[in-house]
């Protein structure tokens, strides 16, 4: 699922579901990963702009839109001299 991005600058984001951990008590069988069944439907998060992780997403969202383009590195900090 790819980052969404709404005219009002806000993104929906797709969140992995949190792992389930069989129970302990339960038969021991070796499951090839893609025949595990699951019912869990991919989840999205509504983030805002200034929102922690928003800016992260919507770098993530840029690159998704220009996939040729090298991706985008922030300047180092000025450096102060006392």
Same mark, same amino acid.
């Given at each position: 699922?790819?980052?969404?991005r709404n005219?009002?600058?806000?993104?929906? =984001?797709?969140?992995?579901?949190?792992?389930q951990?069989?129970?302990?008590?339960g038969?021991? =069988?070796d499951?090839?990963p893609?025949d =595990?069944?699951?019912?869990?439907?991919?989840?999205?998060?509504?983030l805002?702009?200034?929102?922690?992780g928003?800016?992260?997403?919507?770098? %993530?969202?840029?690159?998704? %839109?220009?996939?040729?383009r090298?991706?985008? =590195?922030?300047?180092?900090?000025?450096?102060?001299?006392?």
């Amino acid at each position: 699922m790819d980052i969404v991005r709404n005219p009002d600058g806000t993104l929906v =984001v797709p969140v992995r579901p949190p792992r389930q951990h069989d129970a302990d008590d339960g038969p021991d =069988v070796d499951v090839p990963p893609d025949d =595990v069944p699951t019912d869990a439907v991919p989840t999205t998060r509504l983030l805002h702009p200034g929102e922690g992780g928003y800016d992260e997403a919507l770098a %993530q969202w840029d690159l998704q %839109q220009n996939p040729d383009r090298e991706p985008v =590195v922030s300047p180092p900090a000025a450096v102060r001299k006392p």
